[in-house]
């Protein structure tokens, strides 16, 4: 199993939504995917728990799940917490509010940077899943380290704005600091997607011109258009290939797995750049 960190501390350019949607598609084409959502707000457990017909359907389940909280601060192993979604190839380890209160808890910890790793170990040596996808927080604290420490390889979703570097520097520092002080020398990047692309305005085509000159072939061919049926999907917990699936955003995100598994096959892993601004 190799573990992918899909993290950027800059919220909102489409972190969770790549999250969800890459393994779906990751999913259709017969890998066995696992997708840890690591977030609190538990935005991609909605997307593959809910009910396609209704979000509201998943009504007091929610109260009654375990997240991988469980597994790092209490002595729940991992392997239990897995739950089935609707998709084929497709599971998951849900977030749940506990997930909140982890920051300060694991922090007190020993090897407080490892705890995710130790938790997924039996996952990974049960070789279950192909693949663990990784949903980080929107934040460079104990949990998003921990993931990275967990991971193989880093995705980074990169809005196609100028603020899009923004922070990708410290996030490119943490990588490193990781690297070097041991915690995880091995730590790689698989790429970086850019998302919310518009191909009409001068802005989103410059933006994207520079990361592609500045990053060359880290970045991904396929991008993300904006759309808004990225943010309708998600309120009737649906991936984008249940709402829209003939749309630009679901071929997309289905040209970004097959990308995905190209680059696998090829080993093609980048050792963290230097970012300016």
């Known amino acids: 199993m190799k573990t992918i960190a899909v993290a950027n501390q800059k919220g909102g350019v489409g972190k969770t939504t790549t999250s969800v949607n890459l393994a779906a598609a990751l999913a259709a084409l017969g890998q066995r995917i696992l997708l840890v959502d690591l977030d609190p707000q538990g935005n991609a457990t909605s997307a593959l728990l809910a009910s396609p017909a209704s979000i509201n359907d998943v009504g007091a389940e929610v109260t009654e799940r375990r997240s991988l909280y469980h597994a790092i601060v209490g002595d729940t192993p991992a392997t239990e917490l897995i739950l089935a979604t609707r998709f084929k190839n497709l599971s998951t380890i849900p977030a749940t509010l506990e997930m909140a209160g982890a920051e300060a808890e694991v922090a007190r910890l020993d090897d407080h940077n490892k705890q995710i790793r130790k938790a997924l170990g039996a ?7 192909d693949y663990a996808i990784l949903d980080c927080p929107p934040s460079l604290g104990v949990l998003m380290t921990n993931a990275l420490v967990a991971a193989d390889e880093l995705l980074v979703p990169i809005q196609c704005e100028y603020y899009a570097l923004e922070g ?16 995880n020398p091995d730590l790689t990047i698989a790429g970086l997607v850019l998302t919310m692309y ?3 305005t001068n802005l989103n085509q410059a933006v994207q011109k520079d990361v592609r ?3 060359q072939e880290v970045v991904f061919d396929a991008v ?27 071929a997309a995100y289905s040209a970004l797995a097959s990308e995905f598994l190209k680059r696998q096959l090829a080993n093609m892993r980048f050792i963290p750049p230097s970012v300016s601004g």
């Open 198 to 200: 518009d191909s009409r």
């Open 123 to 129: 996952i990974r040596e049960q070789n279950q899943f």
């Open 224 to 250: 993300i258009p904006r759309s808004v049926r990225f943010g309708e999907a998600p309120s009737f917990g649906r991936t984008i290939f249940e709402h829209d699936p003939a749309g630009q955003g679901a």
């Open 213 to 215: 000159d500045h990053f």
């Open 168 to 183: 990708l520097g410290l996030l490119m520092q943490v990588m490193n600091l990781l690297r070097e002080g041991g915690d």
